[in-house]
């Protein structure tokens, strides 16, 4: 199966995390930003950097962006450009567009026109800063929908030497322990009896109200 092929447009701090995450996987990346520095700077860690305007129909035509299986458009403050760069992409068909918004109204703008997912940078780390603070076993919070999240919860206290049938969270709280971790080693079809040890976490799928519950009850 071919690899799949990624360009990410705006090479500011989220854009070019992105890219450099992608590329750290093993996929082919492009990179574009219209400032020819930030592109130089990315040369030697992606597939491919280019300076372009990506506003300009005819310059994305020429990259051959459509060829690409997903296009992630992280340009920052330029609302505008960021707009109108989702709309070329769309009329060019390209399969799947992940636009970063800065706005609620944004967002709803880029949803609108077509961008197939809305991603929010800074509301998100709020959101898992928030989390974090509030329960410090909460190591990483996802949202998935407006309804659905994500999280990964340490093993501690009254947690530990329990299996997963004695503590029972699906039942209890409604969410579905999907994995158990321990440092690099994943388990994702873990058995109801597997006791819990210290240090491994738990990553846990449920309804946003169901998972503050569970956030509570083990804090």
Do not use: W
Not at 74 to 85: H, N, R
Not at 111 to 128: F, H, L, N
Request: a negative charge.
């Amino acid at each position: 199966m071919a690899k799949k092929q990624y360009a990410v447009i705006g090479m500011g701090r989220f854009g070019s995390s992105v890219a450099k995450a992608l590329s750290g996987m093993g996929f082919d990346v492009l990179a574009i930003d219209a400032d020819e520095q930030r592109t130089q700077e990315m040369s030697s860690i992606v597939t491919h950097a280019v300076s372009a305007d990506s506003t300009d129909e005819e310059a994305l035509r020429a990259l051959g962006i459509r060829n690409f299986d997903v296009v992630v458009v992280a340009i920052g403050e330029d609302i505008q450009a960021s707009i109108l760069t989702t709309l070329i992409l769309k009329d060019l068909g390209v399969p799947a567009i992940l636009v970063k918004a800065k706005s609620e109204l944004h967002g709803k703008v880029l949803s609108k026109i077509g961008a197939d997912k809305v991603i929010y940078p800074e509301r998100d780390m709020g959101m898992r800063v928030a989390h974090h603070l509030a329960s410090p076993n909460i190591l990483d919070y996802i949202e998935l929908s407006p309804d659905y999240s994500i999280l990964d919860m340490k093993v501690s206290g009254p947690m530990v030497g329990k299996n997963l049938q004695e503590l029972n969270i699906r039942a209890r709280f409604g969410c579905n322990v999907m994995a158990i971790r321990q440092g690099d080693e994943m388990n994702i079809s873990p058995r109801p009896e597997d006791r819990l040890m210290e240090g491994e976490v738990l990553v846990i799928v449920g309804r946003k109200d169901n998972l503050t519950k569970l956030e509570m009850a083990y804090p």
